[in-house]
């Protein structure tokens, strides 16, 4: 990839030797982890070559799109609502850091004792080794843990940043009305970065867009609660880390035909793993590309990842977009409603996560939850304490790992992972 592409990179003023570093690594990486998994579904091709492509073919896209006019965003939560910068003709790119490769250039500015997330992203700009950042115009923020936000501050420094304000308490009537004020104003940003008006039918064109891909991702994990599942958590959750950058039509059509084969897989019993593997569940922070670290070791382990509780995960396809009318104000309405549901443990109370949990361990058939939480990432360690307490009632055993994007810990990980797998096999 590096001979092709490097011209586009020069022109995005990468630093074309650190990159290529960068980019030795990776693809021995999903040799490992991924494509050694036995029995893949076939359309998983496209969504491997998605990744052997990272950092080339949809860059290029992206520049070309810039190109014709159309202005990049990045994002980094599920809160940066993509229906309103699609509206604007805007395309929006994830831009979370799963890479421990990007941490030292961070590291150098930081305090050492912040979320690994965090300190990926930053340094994939400060250190210029992310084409995807290098083509943006814009990036939004949003105020839900304090890292995040101080950081955005200094994005700002080198791309425009513009913060949006979720509200803790979004179940209020004050918390709403300030969602509603938030997104009326992030409209009217867009409006001016593009020079296009976001109009009512503009609107409910990129909300059927956005529903669309969010619909596929929910058949994809509907599909998983056969036993033995389809597919392993691992790619599955390499699809929904895809869909943060990938073209979304392309993407869409894509999710569904792998769910195609799966829906085959699923009537005939075909799945990755025997029909007694232990059944997890995978709850709380994020993992961004390329961190697939825990699902890894997990499923080498000999569990079956059946659901992700995360924002790589049900709580970004779960609940749709529905407009009650087709005025904008009905739009906005329904964006505030579905953003107000999306259960990030920066919300307080938190109780719709704890009950997202309980329900989908059951609808899952889970008979243990992985619980995730990232090193300093406050919100969901404390939140762990009233997942735990929730699941215990309901006789769920869980695990809490907390960890960050170095490989130190994995055999650590590992034995405790096979511990708890033992347990849950000698419950059955
Ligand atoms: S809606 S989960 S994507 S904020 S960066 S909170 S890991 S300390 S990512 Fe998130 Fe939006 Fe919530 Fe979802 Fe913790 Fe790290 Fe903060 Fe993080």
């Given at each position: 990839?590096?001979?092709?592409?490097?011209?586009?990179?020069?022109?995005?003023?990468?630093?074309?030797?650190?990159?290529?570093?960068?980019?030795?690594?990776?693809?021995?990486?999903?040799?490992?982890?991924?494509?050694?998994?036995?029995?893949?579904?076939?359309?998983?091709?496209?969504?491997?070559?998605?990744?052997?492509?990272?950092?080339?073919?949809?860059?290029?896209?992206?520049?070309?799109?810039?190109g014709e006019g159309n202005k990049i965003i990045g994002a980094f939560c599920l809160y940066a609502p993509e229906e309103l910068a699609y509206a604007a003709n805007a395309t929006m790119v994830g831009l979370c850091g799963g890479a421990d490769f990007s941490i030292p250039d961070a590291d150098a500015v930081l305090p050492r004792n912040l979320c690994p997330l965090i300190k990926s992203f930053y340094g994939f700009k400060i250190g210029l080794t992310c084409p995807y950042f290098q083509c943006c115009d814009m990036l939004v923020g949003e105020t839900t843990c304090d890292g995040k936000k101080k950081v955005y501050e200094l994005l700002n420094e080198h791309v425009p940043t513009y913060i949006i304000e979720v509200p803790h308490k979004p179940d209020t009537v004050q918390g709403r009305s300030l969602w509603l004020k938030e997104l009326e104003e992030f409209k009217t940003q867009l409006e001016k970065l593009t020079g296009n008006k976001i109009t009512a039918e503009k609107l409910k064109a990129s909300i059927e867009l956005i529903n669309d891909k969010r619909k596929a991702l929910k058949r994809l994990a509907e599909l998983r609660k056969a036993t033995p599942a389809p597919i392993s958590g691992l790619d599955a959750l390499i699809v929904t880390q895809i869909g943060f950058y990938d073209d979304v039509k392309r993407f869409t059509a894509k999710v569904n035909e792998l769910c195609d084969e799966l829906e085959e897989r699923v009537k005939n019993g075909v799945g990755v793993t025997d029909k007694n593997a232990p059944r997890l569940m995978v709850s709380g922070c994020p993992m961004a590309v390329p961190n697939w670290k825990l699902p890894s070791?997990?499923?080498?382990?000999?569990?079956?990842?059946?659901?992700?509780?995360?924002?790589?995960?049900?709580?970004?396809?779960?609940?749709?977009?529905?407009?009650?009318?087709?005025?904008?104000?009905?739009?906005?309405?329904?964006?505030?409603?579905?953003?107000?549901?999306?259960?990030?443990?920066?919300?307080?109370?938190?109780?719709?996560?704890?009950?997202?949990?309980?329900?989908?361990?059951?609808?899952?058939?889970?008979?243990?939850?992985?619980?995730?939480?990232?090193?300093?990432?406050?919100?969901?360690?404390?939140?762990?304490?009233?997942v735990g307490k929730a699941l215990k009632s309901e006789g769920v055993p869980m695990l809490k790992i907390e960890t960050d994007y170095t490989m130190e810990d994995a055999e650590q990980i590992r034995t405790r992972l096979e511990a708890f797998l033992e347990m849950i096999r000698g419950k059955k």
């Amino acid at each position: 990839m590096a001979e092709k592409y490097v011209n586009l990179w020069k022109s995005l003023d990468i630093d074309l030797e650190k990159h290529n570093q960068l980019l030795a690594v990776l693809p021995q990486i999903y040799t490992d982890l991924v494509l050694s998994q036995k029995n893949r579904p076939k359309k998983m091709d496209y969504f491997d070559f998605v990744i052997s492509e990272i950092h080339g073919l949809r860059v290029e896209e992206l520049v070309k799109l810039r190109g014709e006019g159309n202005k990049i965003i990045g994002a980094f939560c599920l809160y940066a609502p993509e229906e309103l910068a699609y509206a604007a003709n805007a395309t929006m790119v994830g831009l979370c850091g799963g890479a421990d490769f990007s941490i030292p250039d961070a590291d150098a500015v930081l305090p050492r004792n912040l979320c690994p997330l965090i300190k990926s992203f930053y340094g994939f700009k400060i250190g210029l080794t992310c084409p995807y950042f290098q083509c943006c115009d814009m990036l939004v923020g949003e105020t839900t843990c304090d890292g995040k936000k101080k950081v955005y501050e200094l994005l700002n420094e080198h791309v425009p940043t513009y913060i949006i304000e979720v509200p803790h308490k979004p179940d209020t009537v004050q918390g709403r009305s300030l969602w509603l004020k938030e997104l009326e104003e992030f409209k009217t940003q867009l409006e001016k970065l593009t020079g296009n008006k976001i109009t009512a039918e503009k609107l409910k064109a990129s909300i059927e867009l956005i529903n669309d891909k969010r619909k596929a991702l929910k058949r994809l994990a509907e599909l998983r609660k056969a036993t033995p599942a389809p597919i392993s958590g691992l790619d599955a959750l390499i699809v929904t880390q895809i869909g943060f950058y990938d073209d979304v039509k392309r993407f869409t059509a894509k999710v569904n035909e792998l769910c195609d084969e799966l829906e085959e897989r699923v009537k005939n019993g075909v799945g990755v793993t025997d029909k007694n593997a232990p059944r997890l569940m995978v709850s709380g922070c994020p993992m961004a590309v390329p961190n697939w670290k825990l699902p890894s070791i997990a499923e080498s382990a000999g569990a079956s990842i059946v659901v992700e509780e995360s924002c790589v995960g049900t709580r970004y396809f779960t609940d749709m977009v529905e407009p009650k009318g087709d005025s904008l104000n009905d739009m906005l309405e329904a964006l505030v409603e579905k953003y107000a549901k999306i259960p990030c443990a920066c919300f307080t109370p938190n109780d719709a996560r704890i009950e997202s949990i309980d329900k989908l361990a059951k609808d899952f058939k889970v008979e243990g939850v992985v619980y995730y939480t990232l090193q300093f990432c406050h919100s969901y360690n404390v939140e762990a304490v009233k997942v735990g307490k929730a699941l215990k009632s309901e006789g769920v055993p869980m695990l809490k790992i907390e960890t960050d994007y170095t490989m130190e810990d994995a055999e650590q990980i590992r034995t405790r992972l096979e511990a708890f797998l033992e347990m849950i096999r000698g419950k059955k």
